[in-house]
């Protein structure tokens, strides 16, 4: 009896542990979309402070190309727009891994429990 639940512990501390690693890269990837939505509101603000008749260019490969201070400014909202968008995605990914991960916790608690008294009563019968 003591065996089978310990493969079942086994188990279950494996998938813990693939969640972990899943929510390790999701924390890993909101952070690089923190990173991107601080650097896109800086650009933004520097679009903000040009008028009209300031030249704005774009970098395309190694080749810098005129670009419409109108038309800059709507592509940095666009990306803005998107990488919220991301960053709300994540945080819901993250609240849900962390319900799994506590559900996970919780059936890990109750096996151990189990094996423990499993390990106690093979104890007292020897």
């Given at each position: 009896m003591a065996e089978a639940i310990q493969k079942k512990l086994?188990?279950?501390?494996?998938?813990?542990?693939l969640m972990q690693k899943d929510v390790?890269?999701?924390?890993?990837?909101?952070?690089?979309?923190?990173?991107?939505?601080?650097?896109?509101n800086i650009v933004k603000e520097e679009?903000?402070?040009?008028?009209?008749?300031?030249?704005?260019?774009?970098?395309?490969?190694?080749?810098?190309?005129?670009?419409?201070?109108?038309?800059?400014?709507?592509t940095v909202a666009k990306r803005l727009e998107y990488i919220n968008g991301e960053i709300q995605r994540y945080e819901t990914l993250l609240k849900d891994f962390e319900k799994k991960s506590e559900q996970q916790r919780e059936i890990l608690t109750s096996l151990?429990?189990?094996?423990?008294?499993?390990?106690?009563?093979?104890a007292g019968k020897v």
């Open positions: 086994k188990a279950e501390v494996e998938k813990y542990a390790s890269k999701s924390v890993s990837a909101r952070q690089k979309l923190e990173t991107q939505l601080a650097e896109n679009l903000d402070l040009l008028d009209s008749s300031n030249i704005v260019f774009k970098l395309i490969g190694p080749v810098l190309v005129k670009q419409d201070l109108d038309e800059a400014k709507a151990q429990q189990d094996f423990q008294k499993a390990q106690g009563l093979a």
